[in-house]
């Protein structure tokens, strides 16, 4: 792992979904160094390596204020926004912006984007998929990649659960499993 034709997608990796950011994930900066290493594998490897983002109106509505489930994260052009700073990112990655209308929730990387397309026309077979948050953006990237035909395999090291409810974290590894998509421990080599 990597092999031809496989491409990295790293999930969200912004401030806002960190401990101390707006709408955190508890234990996020356990994430970093499995992140990392897939970072550097991948760009040694010369693969295409996808990161993506909320990117989000300040009147998006999926916060609070506009009668949404989320307290206001993410805001395009805020701090709250950018790649978490320690984040080894490669000279070379596309950025995916997702969410990016006030009236669109976006959890998967893949919806409104053309992600699909993009991955397609790289001739990509297979998706290493990490970054945050499990029950969210990753379980929907991750769904998504495997209607698209792609297979996906997530880096278990390199996400965390939000648990809003406990055991929301385990109910969604086996959701991800059910559905075909591969559970890799550890960074990939």
Known sequence: MPRAHDALL???PQVDFFPGGALPVADGHAIVPTVNAALRVFSQAGLPIIVTRDWHP???????AQGGPWPEHCVKGTAGAEFHPELELPSIFAVVQKATTPDMEAYSDF???GLD???RGMRIERIIVCGLALEYC????CLDAIKAGFEATLLIDGTRAVEVAPGDGDRTLEELR??????R???PE
Do not use: Q
């Open 138 to 141: 990753v379980r929907a990237a």
């Open 117 to 119: 397309d993009v991955l």
């Open 111 to 113: 919806e409104g984007t």
């Open 185 to 187: 421990k550890g960074p």
């Open 10 to 12: 790293v999930v969200d």
């Open 178 to 183: 059910a559905a075909g998509v591969k559970i």
């Open 58 to 64: 300040a009147d998006h509505c999926s916060f609070t």
